[in-house]
């Protein structure tokens, strides 16, 4: 088992910055992947963001490229997105998931990948 805590949301203006961070418990290893995704009022969850505890290797959807960064730290077992250039349309409930780190069925992008999930943040971005 793997436990999800996500914490760092919050109301920002658009242009603001966010930080959200998700601290990982249990069984955790370098054979996860960690993602980010949201969901928004009335639309389905989407990925946002992915990332390997074993490498650098990332991932993005187009909407944050050049915005957004994913991280970790592996000595704190955390992994943070740093969310810049804020716009209304990023405000969501964002949520952290972890699954394995190969699959020969699911992308990283795909929410069937991941088994363990956090319980979500609000972020909200002011027009």
């Known amino acids: 088992q793997v436990q999800l805590v996500e914490s760092g949301g919050g109301l920002v203006e658009a242009g603001g910055s966010l930080r959200l961070s998700c601290a990982a418990s249990?069984?955790?290893?370098?054979?996860?992947?960690m993602g980010w995704f949201r969901q928004a009022p009335g639309k389905e969850r989407e990925f946002v963001a992915a990332i390997k505890w074993s490498d650098t290797s990332t991932n993005y959807v187009d909407s944050v490229k050049g915005r957004f960064t994913i991280s970790r730290d592996n000595a704190k077992a955390t992994v943070y997105l740093q969310m810049n250039s804020l716009k209304p349309e990023d405000t969501a409930v964002y949520y952290c998931?972890?699954?394995?780190?190969?699959?020969?069925?699911?992308?990283?992008?795909?929410?069937?990948?991941?088994?363990?999930w956090g319980q979500g943040t609000q972020v909200t971005v002011s027009s």
């Open positions: 249990g069984r955790t290893s370098s054979s996860l992947i």
């Open positions: 998931a972890a699954g394995p780190r190969f699959s020969a069925t699911y992308k990283y992008s795909q929410q069937a990948r991941y088994i363990y």
